[in-house]
């Protein structure tokens, strides 16, 4: 819980930076939820694939074990789906349709 708190106050600290203030739903320019991410969290890109053709689903993971899931879109606006801590990261390899 402590975590979310914290992404959210980050969250809301940037978005009154750029004039944008929606903390409720934790939505952003990518570009500053990555850094922010990077700094508080030190949590770096582990993983992404396609929604769908307009949206990127983005997982972000710290060597300590926090990671944050995003939803970027095409115009560079993101936001956080979730957050949490204790994260394990076994070799997952994908499935590949008719396999």
Do not use: Y
Not at 10 to 22: I, K, T
Not at 33 to 42: P, Q, Y
């Amino acid at each position: 819980m402590t975590r979310f708190l914290m992404a959210t106050m980050c969250l809301a600290a940037a978005a009154l930076s750029v004039g944008q203030a929606n903390a409720a739903a934790q939505c952003a320019p990518r570009a500053d939820i990555i850094k922010a991410l990077g700094d508080k969290f030190h949590e770096s890109e582990a993983g992404r694939g396609l929604i769908n053709p307009n949206v990127v689903l983005e997982i972000f993971v710290s060597d300590q074990g926090s990671w944050t899931v995003l939803a970027s879109d095409t115009k560079g606006q993101s936001c956080i789906l979730s957050v949490g801590e204790g994260w394990d990261s076994p070799t997952i390899t994908a499935a590949l349709p008719g396999a």
